[in-house]
Nanobody, 125 residues
Framework: QVQLVESGGGLVQAGGSLRLSCAAS????????MGWFRQAPGKEREFVAT????????YYADSVKGRFTISRDNAKNTVYLQMNSLKPEDTAVYYC??????????????????WGQGTQVTVSS
């Protein structure tokens, strides 16, 4: 079972940047696509971005396209989410997740098998 631990969240002003990291345990990390999701208070968890096992393909939600970049370093068992031009509506708990079986891209939460505990991102106006 792969365990995922997110870090890098915090408080930032609108227009600022943050870089989230998700460290994975286990030797099979590099075989699977990874995704980032977020959940704001009172809202459902929503898809943000996903990256293929090799890092060669990426896919984004329209709301973050052009502002966020997902990447991975398989040698470090880590996936990243670089977030630029942050907006107050980006405020949420951000989760990384691993996709063992689904096609690429998978944007539904049910398509992901393992989840981290989340990291809070707060964007002030």
């Amino acid at each position: 079972q792969v365990q995922l631990v997110e870090s890098g969240g915090g408080l930032v002003q609108a227009g600022g940047s943050l870089r989230l990291s998700c460290a994975a345990s286990g030797r099979t990390f590099s075989r699977y696509a990874m995704g980032w999701f977020r959940q704001a208070p009172g809202k459902e968890r929503e898809f943000v971005a996903t990256v293929s096992w090799s890092g060669g393909r990426t896919y984004y939600a329209d709301s973050v396209k052009g502002r966020f970049t997902i990447s991975r370093d398989n040698a470090k068992n880590t996936v990243y989410l670089q977030m630029n031009s942050l907006k107050p509506e980006d405020t949420a708990v951000y989760y990384c997740a691993l996709n063992r079986h689904g096609p690429f891209p998978t944007t539904r939460t049910v398509g992901y098998d393992s989840w981290g505990q989340g990291t809070q991102v707060t964007v002030s106006s």
